[in-house]
Every structure is written in structure tokens, then in C-alpha cells.
């Protein structure tokens, strides 16, 4: 496997439902991220790790929860979603540099999810 | 609030013409900037980055950047109807080491 992978690729749940989403980075970095991507509107950024350690939350709802269990992988569960939930979710994994470093950020292929 | 505004378009070029895709961002104090490709049904695929004042090129890619304007803009030379695609324009804020704000995108259509 190389770059960032992600599965399931897509997912169909019911709003009752729990379900995970999984990411793997096999680019040495140490800077993970979910994304999300909904029809028309910019990728919003939902949560940022770094050194496996949450350092950003963009305001996402509760029934959004991440977990890094290590550097390399991302997990972000779901539970009680919406019909508006209903998006790709996009992970990305970069090198943490400082301010003043890069910061390339390189994706995963995504998870298309429908919530019905 | 940090915007990243982008002419989300169609914009239509014909085969082997320049296409000039455009962003302005509103943050003086940003740092990095960089162009992704999306291709319908895709993620997003980095193609550029540029952190200095100028242009930098890469194949028929070329990124300027004009801090003082806070204008940033991609060329495409040549253009192929593979490189039809929405073109994301993303910048690296101050104060966020990490966080990148996108624009909505702009639409590119290269005609056969």
C-alpha cells in the first residue's frame, strides 16, 4: 500500500446505526486529518491531529467521533447521523511542521456515505 | 473569518490555450499556498504549492503568487481535456500550522 488509504470507500447506514470509517497513511507522516465534502461547498475541516494528539475541532457534532490510535492511522466513528451528514469524508496526512514549514497535505481517496 | 475566494466558473478553454484560474485570500499574515486537481468522484490530488512572491513552474503548471495583492494563481499551458477538472485553491493561515482553508473550487473544461 502506499500514500493514504481509506475504506470503506462507500457506505450506505440508517440513522440509527454505528459505523466506522478508517484511514492509513503509509507516507511517514505525523499530522492526520478528516475533512468533509458535501455537494457545492468547500472541504471543511472537521478534526486535526498531530503527534496522534487532537488539536483541532472545528465545531463538528458529537456524533463525529475521532480516534488516533497512532501516527499512522485515523479512525472517525459515526453514530446517530443525519440525512444532512451525507458526504465524502475525506482523510489527509502531512509532515506536523512548524509555522514556518511546509504543510502538504496529501489525501486519501475518500468515503462516499449516505445516510437514509 | 479566513476566506479563500475562487471564481467557481465553468471555465472553458480550447485544447492547447492557457488557462489562468485565479484565488484571493483575505488573511495578510498567510503563509503557504497550494493548488489541488479534483477530478469528478475523486479526492483531491496536490499538484502545486509556493511559499515565496513570484512564479514557480512545474511542467505546464505555473503558480504565481503576489502577497501584497493576496492574489494567488495557477496557468495551466497547453491545456489537454485531461485536465478538465475543479481545481482547488488552499492557503495555510497565520496562527495555524496546520489548518488549510479552501476555496470553492473552479470548474476547467478543456474543448477537444
Known amino acids: 500500500e502506499t500514500g493514504v488509504t481509506q475504506t470503506p470507500r462507500h457506505l450506505v447506514m440508517g440513522m440509527t446505526n454505528k459505523k466506522s470509517l478508517k484511514c492509513e497513511q503509509h507516507?511517514?507522516?505525523?499530522?492526520m486529518y478528516w475533512y468533509k465534502q458535501s455537494a457545492k461547498k468547500p472541504l471543511e475541516l472537521m478534526f486535526v491531529?498531530?503527534?496522534?494528539?487532537?488539536?483541532e475541532n472545528n465545531s463538528v457534532p458529537s456524533r463525529f467521533s475521532p480516534e488516533c490510535p497512532n501516527s499512522s492511522h485515523l479512525f472517525l466513528h459515526l453514530h446517530t447521523l443525519q440525512p444532512e451528514d451525507s458526504a465524502l469524508y475525506l482523510c489527509?496526512?502531512?509532515?506536523?511542521?512548524?509555522?514556518?514549514?511546509?504543510?502538504?497535505?496529501?489525501f486519501g481517496p475518500g468515503t462516499r456515505l449516505t445516510v437514509t | 473569518q479566513k476566506e479563500v475566494e475562487q471564481n467557481s466558473g465553468p471555465l472553458s478553454v480550447p485544447e492547447g490555450a492557457i488557462a489562468s484560474l485565479n484565488c484571493t485570500y483575505s488573511?495578510?499574515?498567510?503563509?503557504?499556498f497550494f493548488w489541488y486537481r479534483q477530478y469528478s468522484g475523486k479526492s483531491p490530488e496536490l499538484i502545486m504549492s509556493?511559499?515565496?512572491?513570484g512564479d514557480k513552474e512545474d511542467g505546464r503548471f505555473t503558480a504565481q503568487l503576489n502577497k501584497a495583492s493576496q492574489y494567488v494563481s495557477l496557468l495551466i499551458r497547453d491545456s489537454q481535456p485531461s485536465d478538465s477538472a475543479t481545481y482547488l485553491c488552499?492557503?495555510?493561515?497565520?496562527?495555524?500550522?496546520?489548518?488549510?482553508?479552501f476555496g470553492s473550487g473552479t470548474q476547467l473544461t478543456v474543448l477537444p
Open positions: 489527509a496526512s502531512s509532515q506536523a511542521g512548524g509555522a514556518g514549514g511546509p504543510n502538504e497535505q496529501y
Open positions: 507516507l511517514g507522516h505525523n499530522a
Open positions: 491531529y498531530n503527534f496522534k494528539e487532537q488539536t
Open positions: 488573511d495578510r499574515g498567510s503563509q503557504s
Open positions: 509556493i511559499y515565496s512572491n
Open positions: 488552499a492557503v495555510r493561515s497565520s496562527g495555524s500550522a496546520r489548518q488549510l482553508t
